[in-house]
């Protein structure tokens, strides 16, 4: 089984442990053939409160934490300016 990973950025802290990322992606639009940006937000669980607001992350999926946290931070790609 492979695990899923996603790459953001961290837009909000929620709460003890917890960071809200967001995930854009670009598709192709199915009529007009353009290039679109597409977002997701995911609940990543963040053990030691290690990320900030802006910071590029890198998370996993694992077994779900609560109900719709399913991920956990694997690394932190880039820190965002303060």
């Known amino acids: ?18 960071a809200t990322v967001l995930v ?23 053990e030691n409160n290690q990320t900030n607001v802006g910071d590029t992350i890198s998370a996993i999926e694992c077994r779900p934490i609560s109900k719709t946290k399913s991920f956990r931070l694997k690394e932190i790609v880039a820190t965002g300016v303060k």
Do not use: N, S, W
């Open 24 to 46: 854009e992606r670009k598709v192709v639009h199915p009529r007009y053939h353009k290039i679109v940006k597409r977002f997701k937000k995911y609940l990543v669980h963040d």
């Open 1 to 18: 089984m492979a695990l899923k990973e996603i790459q953001g950025t961290v837009v909000k802290k929620a709460g003890d442990k917890t």
